[in-house]
């Protein structure tokens, strides 16, 4: 063990993301005596106006169809807490963990995928736009939250661990962090933890949306094995529960089992390549957490369904058709005639447009459009095109 430790902070293995070896900040700050740089992190993702705004950001279902379903800001709680306690069983760093969980869908658009498709195809001319790198803008441009830089600073690990993914194009404006998106490596295993928690925690709640909304009903279900020997088993012991119970009680069964399943089979593959730092997992052959290859196939196969009877299913096909339209019209009229923005951003769009040319305004208007909540998105799309509303 090197060095005193601060409050707060808890034993990680060598393997983890540590203060020895972290990157740092991009903008170097005194450390703090109480928290760790992690915890800092963690501290200013939840700080952040972008976070407020996950809880009007549809997941699956349209914010104002019920107030039991997930939203972005829930989801991102349930990965936070499925990665933490996987983070604590193989002694990685729970608070980057957390961090990075938190953080994750920080740049999603209003009307989830539907919104990021629709806002993709609008952007295609002007370099795209993709959720992932959109996430690492706000926490390393957009906040406004610090007197001395832009966005919030955040450590290289965490801003390694929210961008999962970047075509090697956009990696190479990256620098540093765009490297190993070209040198195919890998992340470190805090990262690896809370993209895997991401899937965990969306197959399982899905289910329960799925459920909720009658999409789906128990009965489709048991063509998924994983839910299928879990409702066996939960069904001959509580032969007599009644149905949300009995839903319930699945979906914490199934939860489970792959959470202890990715603690075993990580734990197994860091002890056997024998990784003794962070870089070492970072050079490592492949990604280190993981699901044993059994229970991958069932979480596989229990995607494809959610694929099939959830996300395509006519009413959300519906939803998606609706919000791809409203993304695209405010998009649209946003470019063509920026005088229609709020000064401050029609601002910003004539500064980018000066310096990178219409590239730079279609990224000012995406930026503004991807921050919208879905309920801001209907607002401003009545106000922009119903002659009767207020602008
Ligand atoms: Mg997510």
Known sequence: MSGVMITGERFVAPYAARRETSRGRRYPEPVSEHRTEYQRDRDRV???????????????????????????????????????????????DEDLTEAVSLAHDLGHTPFGHAGQDALNACMREYGGFEHNLQSLRVVDEIEE?????????????????????????????????????????????????????????????????????????????????????????VRAAYPELASRRMV??????????????????????????????IDDVRNADGQLVMMSAAVHADHIALKRFLGEHVYRHYRVLRMTAKAQRVLKELFDALF????????????????????????????????????????????????????????
């Open 46 to 92: 939840i700080h952040s106006n972008a976070f407020r705004r996950l809880v009007y950001k549809t997941q699956v279902f349209v914010n104002h169809e019920g107030d039991l379903y997930r939203t972005r800001l829930t989801h991102s709680m349930e990965v936070a807490q499925i990665a933490r306690s996987i983070a604590r069983a193989l002694h990685l």
């Open 145 to 233: 939250r610090y007197a001395d830089f832009p966005g919030l600073n955040l450590t290289f690990e965490a801003r390694e661990g929210i961008l999962k993914h970047c075509s090697v194009n956009n990696a190479r404006q990256l620098g540093e962090l765009g490297e190993r998106f070209i040198e195919r490596r890998q992340p470190g295993l805090e990262a690896q933890l809370a993209n895997l928690a991401d899937e965990i925690a969306y197959n399982n709640h899905d289910v329960d949306d799925g459920l909720r909304a009658g999409l789906i009903a128990i009965e489709d279900l048991r063509d998924v094995r994983l839910f299928a020997r879990h409702h066996d088993a």
């Open 336 to 391: 063509d005639d920026v005088r229609l923005l709020p000064e401050e951003y029609a601002d910003n769009a004539r500064a980018a447009e000066a310096e990178q040319g219409k590239a730079g305004r279609a990224r000012a208007v995406a930026d503004y459009v991807a921050g919208m909540t879905d309920r801001f998105a209907m607002l401003e799309h009545r106000r922009l095109f119903d002659p009767g509303g207020r602008t």
């Open 248 to 277: 319930h009680e699945i979906i914490r069964r199934m939860i489970n089992e792959v959470v202890l399943d990715v603690i075993d089979t990580s734990g197994e593959r860091i002890a056997r390549t024998g990784v003794a730092s």
